[in-house]
């Protein structure tokens, strides 16, 4: 009878975690084709899903997660670009993140303590919302359960002796993976490796096993294929860089005739880049010119002076490297000119320029030092890559042989470690380069560890549900008391030799210790901001597996076990089960809230266009900066109206602003509360 209800119960669970897959999978694919896209989605869209393929490896802004972006990529090219196709990557990583979820509860002994863990990883809709947009943290965290479903797998087979290269190399390919879905995976990606190399050395302490010799090991020769990777990875990386060298560009020097000293302190010399962002360039007063120093790259020459002051003018003079453009009252080519109230702005055409390079990244240059120079920089700063990416590797090898003679693992046993090493390297090095010289690596808290990151998670899993004035701090207690519960039942299982059922929860703790120092230690030698928010979402599936895999520890210990581990997965999963049903929802991403009604003001701006001007009409609409991507999204998606869409306050003939009761009543078309946005005539 016991069997057989046993079964009966097998049969419940099993039933019940088929329906569960089945409806959210059935959410998430609802969410990914009705929520509009967000802020981020449309900037990645506009700057590299619809831009040139090379585009994909452009590493100036940190918005590239460069998995996902080129698979959504290709996505794009296979099937458009609706919100679902976009957001077709993040929809695979939930279905690796529901698959392997199973494969590693199957290790929870408890069935029911199993079952608990599947839906606790599925009821957080802060987790929920990455799987259903088109960034990389979502696919990140679909790979990092393959690593650590590896990895817990690869522990089993140490421990009981069997051979276990081969699962660790998998978990390294995954947890890679991971990383170049979003760069933040790689403190993870350090506890995955630290905990493989710790049981590697426990085990081979225990067994005393002697290692194999090199001689009577033969291998056969493979092709060298991360060399390779390397190589074209960094060539097409660095061939997007506009920032590889200032030797690249020639210097530019502007000169205004004409003008006495209060009219040159008056006028506004800029340099536009690549993004369209005017930079004032500085003034030499001793040789009364605007010059860029140092050498930078310039897309375009913007004057802004009194109208006044632009009469008087008598030529302008751009130096390029060393050709002089002058711009006078008999050749005034080079420049066009447009009055923005009492001042008039000049900027340079596309004439006013040295020869163009051939290549389209850098075609828009005016300044552009030449194919053959750059071509000589590029070839160089590949070899450096490689040349360190080998001292890597060789360091690597030392280390490996020296564990090795002084007993602590075989060289075999090193070679995926060091593999997986450098294969990171070669993958993260050049982007997390030039982000960093880019400074794009800003996103992030800097009040601490527990304030920036485990905080901003807890407020995020709220959903910006308010259920008690202290919620956060009491809950963050809750996570503090589980961990010291697991340090308890780890002990007592020390005492009881039965250090083994322990080691799943241990692992992953090992793992989120490990992850928190490497913020740590990051902050202090580089000055990184803490991971905030969607940057530590990471935590938020490891936590739950490590307390699954804690309840199934104290469980063991007896009656007094079981119920503590049933009281805590019941009240766990009735507050996330009621917190999920209020808070889950088919229309916006907490994080980018204020995006969720900017698809449907484009298609009330698109009616009102059709009622009020004439088919074909072209029309400006100005929003502010943070709704410029998605607007820019949508209105290249509405054929049927020429909207422009610019940043106010730019002269526009609608607006889309935040609401702040700044425009009168009688100017507003639509407000969209959820949002904060309104619509009007300025």
Request: proline content about 4%.
């Amino acid at each position: 009878m016991r069997i057989s209800g046993r079964t009966v119960d097998l049969s419940v669970l099993k039933v019940l975690t088929a329906g569960a897959v089945l409806f959210f999978i059935a959410f998430e694919v609802a969410r990914a084709a009705r929520v509009p896209l967000t802020y981020d989605e449309a900037a990645t869209y506009l700057r590299y899903i619809s831009a040139g393929f090379l585009s994909v490896f452009k590493f100036d802004v940190a918005t590239n997660h460069f998995l996902n972006t080129l698979l959504t990529k290709l996505f794009y090219v296979a099937g458009g670009d609706s919100e679902l196709v976009l957001r077709m990557p993040n929809l695979i990583g939930y279905g690796m993140y529901l698959a392997f979820s199973l494969l590693i509860l199957r290790a929870v002994g408890h069935r029911t303590i199993a079952f608990a863990g599947f839906m606790l990883l599925n009821l957080n809709p802060y987790v929920l919302d990455y799987f259903s947009l088109s960034r990389g943290y979502g696919l990140s965290l679909g790979f990092l359960m393959g690593a650590i479903f590896f990895l817990l797998k690869f522990l089993t087979r140490l421990r009981t002796g069997t051979a276990g290269n081969r699962e660790l190399s998998m978990a390294l390919v995954f947890g890679c993976a991971a990383v170049i879905s979003n760069f933040s995976l790689l403190n993870v990606y350090m506890g995955l490796f630290a905990v493989a190399l710790i049981a590697l050395v426990v085990v081979k302490s225990r067994t005393r096993a002697q290692p194999v010799p090199n001689a009577a090991v033969r291998r056969r020769l493979a092709f060298p294929w991360l060399p390779v990777a390397a190589t074209l990875f960094s060539l097409l990386v660095l061939s997007q860089d506009i920032g590889l060298s200032e030797a690249i560009y020639e210097p530019v020097e502007v000169r205004l005739a004409g003008l006495n000293e209060a009219e040159l302190d008056a006028a506004v010399v800029s340099r536009v880049d690549v993004r369209g962002r005017a930079t004032g360039l500085p003034f030499d007063s001793a040789a009364m010119v605007w010059r860029t120093d140092p050498r930078v790259h310039v897309a375009g020459l913007r004057i802004e002076l009194p109208a006044a002051a632009a009469s008087k003018v008598t030529f302008i003079d751009v130096t390029v490297g060393s050709r002089r453009f002058r711009r006078d009252s008999d050749h005034a080519e080079g420049w066009t000119s447009t009055e923005a109230g009492s001042t008039r702005v000049l900027e340079s055409s596309p004439s006013l320029s040295l020869p163009r390079s051939r290549l389209p990244a850098y075609r828009s240059m005016l300044n552009w030092g030449g194919d053959g120079r750059y071509a000589a920089y590029l070839a160089g700063y590949t070899a450096l890559g490689l040349f360190i990416l080998g001292a890597l590797a060789l360091l690597l090898n030392a280390v490996g042989r020296l564990a090795a003679r002084a007993g602590l693992l075989d060289v075999d046993q090193w070679r995926p470690l060091a593999s997986g090493a450098l294969w990171v390297a070669a993958l993260v090095g050049w982007p997390l380069y030039i982000l960093r010289r880019e400074s794009e690596l800003y996103f992030g808290g800097n009040q601490g560890l527990v304030e920036d990151t485990f905080y901003s998670l807890v407020g995020g899993s709220f959903y910006d549900r308010a259920y008690h004035p202290a919620q956060n701090q009491i809950l963050f207690v809750s996570i503090v008391v589980t961990v010291v519960a697991f340090l308890v039942a780890l002990y007592q299982g020390y005492r009881r030799r039965k250090l083994a059922s322990v080691l799943p929860a241990a692992s992953l703790l090992t793992i989120l210790v490990i992850a928190s120092a490497a913020s740590l230690v990051e902050r202090w030698l580089f000055q990184t901001p803490y991971p905030l928010g969607r940057t530590a979402l990471f935590y938020i599936p490891l936590y739950v597996l490590f307390v699954t895999f804690s309840c199934e520890t104290i469980a063991d210990l007896g009656r007094t076990g079981r119920i503590a581990a049933a009281t805590t997965l019941a009240v766990m999963l009735s507050c996330s089960s009621y917190h999920f049903a209020t808070s889950a929802n088919l229309t916006f991403a907490l994080d980018w809230w204020r995006d969720s009604r900017t698809k449907a003001m484009m298609e009330d701006l698109e009616q009102v266009v059709a009622a009020e001007r004439p088919p074909g009409s072209r029309v400006v609409l100005g929003v502010d900066r943070g709704y410029s991507a998605v607007a820019a999204f949508y209105a290249g998606k509405h054929k049927a109206a020429n909207i422009n869409i610019v940043v106010v306050p730019t002269p526009s003939d609608y607006v889309y602003v935040e609401d702040r009761n700044q425009i009168r009543a009688g100017n507003v078309i639509r407000r969209y509360p959820v949002a904060g946005g309104v619509l009007a005539r300025p």
